[in-house]
């Protein structure tokens, strides 16, 4: 397995964003309750890595868990 390091930069409007296969990785996003790390947790898992979710909003946290298995399976994990 291997570690992957995210990070958002700002881009030119209409600039091309490139997607490589994040099959075999594995994320960590914090503050994956909600929000932007929410999205980007679900991103994460459709270009296939497994995600492990901080929050510390635990009662969030499981119900996000709880819907993005659902869809993703086993590949989503979460932590408060």
Known sequence: SR?????CANTEKGAPVRRAS???ATAVVT????????????SLLDGGAMVVLADRDSES???????LTAK???LVRGYT
């Open 3 to 7: 570690l992957v390091l995210v990070w």
């Open 61 to 67: 946290l499981a119900r996000t868990v709880e819907q």
């Open 22 to 24: 994040l099959s075999g």
């Open 31 to 42: 503050g994956g309750a909600s929000g932007i790390g929410r999205a980007l947790g679900e």
């Open 72 to 74: 993703h399976g086993e």
